[in-house]
């Protein structure tokens, strides 16, 4: 049972524009979320992070967005840039209450920036 | 500097082998992970460790043992290998247990023949 969801595999885009990558969760007691950057034969790299009591994190070409009542975040990149080409995970967890750490990994949506 | 350092990058063994994996951080984090990212690309947490006490032990076979020596490793045992145990290992390390970003390592590729 997945409880993390990247239901698009894969994400092309122009040089410039605006990259949204769309996550969606299901366990409604997850109060933190995080997005990773991966690229090929490297491990996956911190990108962003926002906490459940926020709907909205910035960090310079990236924010993150976060929809509670829906169960969904994104990931927008602003403008897009053909390095940004990567896979991109979203995670979750409970930082508080007994997760003990445990990250819950999407599975990953590839996204190419055309120049 | 690397932050989370793993050898070896690539394990190509046979069926009933037993391997290890090394895992260093030099961030001076308390908690280390091992995950697993199976054919399908998930990412699924194996197991963490806390000032050297096991924390998490998910479903994983017995013939899966993190083993840590000090609090800046923790090497992944495996004994009799199966083929299903073909997949890319990581290993990761944040400050604190449940402190929400953690630092991965750049993989081990395990191939099992």
């Known amino acids: 049972d997945q409880q993390v969801k990247q239901n698009s595999p894969s994400l092309s885009v122009q040089e410039g524009r605006i990259s949204i990558l769309n996550c969606d969760y299901t366990?409604?007691?997850?109060?933190?979320f995080l997005w990773y950057k991966k690229y090929p034969a490297e491990g996956p790299t911190f990108l962003i992070s926002?906490?459940?009591?926020?709907d909205k994190n910035e960090d310079g070409r990236f924010t993150v967005f976060l929809n509670k009542s829906a169960k969904h975040l994104s990931l927008h990149i602003v403008p897009s840039q053909p390095g940004d080409s990567a896979v991109y995970f979203c995670a979750a967890t409970r930082l508080y209450g007994g997760s003990q750490g445990n990250l819950i990994f999407g599975k990953g949506t590839k996204l190419s920036v055309k120049p | 500097d690397t932050a989370v350092s793993q050898t070896p990058k690539y394990l190509v063994t046979q069926m009933g082998n037993d391997k290890s994996i090394k895992c260093e951080q030099n961030?001076?984090?308390?908690?280390m992970y091992w995950y697993k990212q199976d054919s399908k690309k998930f990412l699924k947490i194996m197991f963490s460790y806390n000032n050297k006490e096991l924390i998490i032990n998910e479903t994983v076979p017995n013939r899966f043992s993190p083993k840590s020596p000090d609090k800046a490793h923790l090497n992944l045992h495996i004994n009799s290998l199966e083929l299903g145990d073909s997949a890319v290992y990581f290993c990761?390390?944040?400050?604190?247990?449940?402190?929400?970003?953690?630092?991965f390592g750049p993989g081990t590729r395990l191939t099992v023949l």
């Open positions: 366990n409604s007691m997850f109060d933190y």
């Open positions: 961030l001076g984090h308390d908690t």
């Open positions: 926002i906490s459940s009591i926020k």
């Open positions: 990761a390390s944040s400050q604190v247990l449940a402190g929400g970003e953690q630092f």
